[in-house]
């Protein structure tokens, strides 16, 4: 039964170790292809779906887990309920062994009296003697084998008491392993808020760049209208005074430079801000793809252990 049950455990073992393997290589796509790639908004809500998928396959897991602790925990109340009935079987039979032995006892004191006094009868007696010695040799061949029979049920009771042992020992590991267990599940619940956290984190972020973006293209295009009105009253100008041609060309092109600069270090500041954001999610998820591969490591080597 024993070796049942550890089969079981280890089959449940694997299948959810093979699942959080698969949760693992799906985390791990997504983050390089984000690492490739650059950020979009669609990428990003893929990767907070494929996160929230995640963590729901490890809430199932975790209930799992508490199902499979429950039924461990009724095995085991069986298992001291026939332990506690075997030890009241054996203590019934050695009750009745001590009542036998004390009867033969008795017995076998009587016997002796009534040979003494038919030994004193003499020949009178002699045939009755005779066979009340043909009758003790009986007995004494049945106390032998009273004897012999004791002695294999004293064997009984030391084979019963070392497999008391054994289950004692089994019942022990198997707390140890349920300690372990719980151990662990603590551990997933503590990364399940982490995830959490930076899911959270990351769609605060996401917020505050479509804000900045939507500040910037607000910026950029009132930028333009203001260059193209001052370049309609140039070429106003240039209509006005065209023997200055020489000088609105060059205000002309400063104005361009001033343009060009103005988009530069509005571009230059998106992408600043990009940057940052990239190398924060780079930094989450390093850290959390190292604490998780670090946890599913341990938990893959008491697997196997």
């Not at 954001?277 to 599913?296: C, K, P, V």
């Amino acid at each position: 039964m024993s070796q049942e049950h550890r089969r079981c455990i280890d089959h449940d073992y694997t299948s959810v170790s093979k699942k959080v393997i698969a949760t693992e290589e799906i985390l791990v796509q997504t983050l390089s292809k984000l690492g490739r790639e650059p950020i979009q908004e669609n990428q990003i809500r893929e990767t907070y779906q494929q996160l929230v998928n995640c963590t729901s396959t490890i809430g199932r897991e975790i209930e799992v887990q508490d199902r499979i602790k429950t039924k461990q925990l009724n095995e085991i109340c069986s298992l001291s309920a026939q332990i506690s009935e075997l030890t009241d079987r054996v203590e019934k039979a050695r009750l009745r062994e001590n009542e036998l032995a004390e009867r033969v006892q008795r017995w076998v004191e009587y016997l002796k009296q009534e040979k003494e006094k038919m030994m004193a009868r003499g020949s009178r007696l002699y045939a009755t003697g005779s066979l009340s010695a043909n009758v003790s040799d009986d007995i004494a061949y049945n106390i032998n084998m009273l004897v012999q029979m004791r002695q294999r049920v004293n064997d009984k009771l030391l084979e019963i008491k070392r497999r008391k042992k054994e289950h004692k020992n089994q019942l022990r590991q198997l707390k140890v392993e349920m300690l372990n267990m719980h151990g662990e599940l603590e551990e997933w619940d503590k990364k399940y808020d982490e995830i959490q956290e930076v899911t959270q984190r990351m769609e605060i972020t996401r917020l505050q760049l479509l804000e900045r973006i939507k500040e910037q293209q607000q910026k950029e295009t009132t930028a333009k209208l203001t260059c193209y009105q001052l370049d309609k009253k140039l070429h106003e100008l240039c209509g006005n005074l065209r023997s200055n041609e020489h000088t609105v060309d060059s205000d002309d092109q400063t104005m361009k430079y001033q343009l060009s600069m103005t988009e530069t270090s509005e571009s230059q500041d998106v992408w600043f801000s990009c940057r940052t954001f990239l190398q924060m999610w780079d930094t989450q998820s390093i850290f959390f793809q190292g604490t998780s591969l670090a946890g599913m490591i341990r938990a893959g080597k008491r697997i196997q252990l």
